[in-house]
């Protein structure tokens, strides 16, 4: 069992950074690839990034590559997801994820727990 539970939403103008966060209980975290995922109004649950177990291999959308970074850190059951240059078309529901392996997977039925989400708003 992991419990997730997201942080650092907010409202940023275009061009701004945010920093979300995920804490992660459940002694099975370490072993376990993490993504990031969002959901606008009126869309479907799109994949935004992952990292694998051991943090050594990470995979993004095109539409955020180059702007969104993720890390981990397994000695404190976090995963973070850095936001630079923030862009309208990013306001969504942003929802962490805990896969049900090691590897880096972006499809979301490869993901077994789902934390309850957090709301980042990007004005133009």
């Known amino acids: 069992q992991v419990t997730l539970v997201e942080s650092g939403g907010g409202l940023v103008q275009a061009g701004g950074s945010l920093r979300l966060s995920c804490a992660a209980s459940?002694?099975?975290?370490?072993?376990?690839?993490m993504g990031w995922f969002r959901q606008a109004p009126g869309k479907e649950r799109e994949f935004v990034a992952v990292i694998s177990w051991s943090g050594d291999t990470t995979n993004y959308a095109d539409s955020v590559k180059g702007r969104f970074t993720i890390s981990r850190d397994n000695t404190k059951n976090t995963v973070n997801l850095q936001m630079n240059s923030l862009k309208p078309e990013d306001t969504a529901v942003y929802y962490c994820?805990?896969?049900?392996?090691?590897?880096?997977?972006?499809?979301?039925?490869?993901?077994?727990?789902w934390g309850q989400g957090t709301q980042v708003t990007v004005s133009s």
């Open positions: 994820a805990a896969a049900r392996g090691f590897y880096a997977y972006n499809a979301l039925a490869q993901y077994e727990y």
């Open positions: 459940g002694r099975s975290f370490s072993s376990r690839a």
